[in-house]
């Protein structure tokens, strides 16, 4: 069972609409992260947190908003998305600086834009 | 930079034969590598990583993968694979020092009857 929960499993919304993606871990990790993950395709990053504080944009348009509120809480906020962006969306999380950090998964939020 | 190949984009086996998933990487410093596996509408697992020491690694699920440097290989094995084994198997590597993981393009194994 993985321990990165994520809220919610499916999302559908429209180009107009603002939504916002959920993530929670417990394992006291310092490091959060979104990936994005076309159909077929291997997970993409977008945002890396460390201490709660962005470190790493993977050049996101703006149309993505990354929130940190606390060391366990990750949020995505969506807004004026494109049918392009429909995929399944993965939080992550790890320890931040021993060498070779595994990455805990969570299962992900399906999203589909229409 | 750092990339990950996997040639082998699928990968059909009967049930009960072993299995190996190709990893190839390329990086310019040391690198840890990682092996996840992916089930049909979920999130990845971790199966096995390499940090140091010994070049056999051994995770979940009766899998292992051995480190072979001047190759530049971490190719995944499986002695006998289960119907259950059926799933999206991902290559990885970090760079030492960061936190960034770098995917292979994945492998599809297909166990069969």
């Known amino acids: 069972d993985t321990e990165v929960t994520q809220t919610p499993k499916h999302l559908v919304m429209g180009m107009t609409n603002k939504k916002s993606l959920k993530c929670e871990q417990h394992?006291?990790?310092?490091?959060m992260y979104w990936y994005k993950q076309k159909a077929k395709k291997p997970p993409e990053l977008m945002f890396v947190y460390s201490y709660e504080k962005l470190s790493i944009n993977e050049s996101v348009p703006s149309r993505f908003s990354p929130e940190c509120p606390n060391s366990s809480l990750l949020n995505l906020h969506l807004h004026a998305l494109q049918p392009e962006d429909s995929a399944l969306y993965l939080c992550?999380?790890?320890?931040?600086?021993?060498?070779?950090?595994?990455?805990?998964f969570g299962e992900g939020s399906w999203l589909t834009v229409v | 930079a750092q990339s990950v190949t996997q040639l082998d984009s699928q990968v059909p086996v009967f049930e009960e034969a072993p299995v190996e998933l190709r990893c190839n990487y390329s990086s310019s410093v040391s690198v840890y590598l990682f092996w996840y596996v992916q089930y049909p509408n979920q999130g990845l697992q971790l199966l096995l990583k390499?940090?140091?020491?010994?070049?056999l690694v051994k995770g979940i699920n009766g899998f292992e993968a051995e480190f072979n440097k001047s190759q530049t290989s971490f190719h995944l094995r499986k002695p006998s694979v289960h119907i259950s084994d059926t799933a999206e198997y991902f290559c990885a590597v970090m760079e030492g020092g960061g936190n960034k993981l770098t995917f292979g393009t994945g492998t599809q194994l297909k166990v069969e009857l």
């Open positions: 394992m006291g990790h310092r490091a």
């Open positions: 390499y940090l140091s020491g010994s070049t």
């Open positions: 992550a999380s790890s320890q931040v600086w021993s060498s070779g950090n595994t990455i805990y």
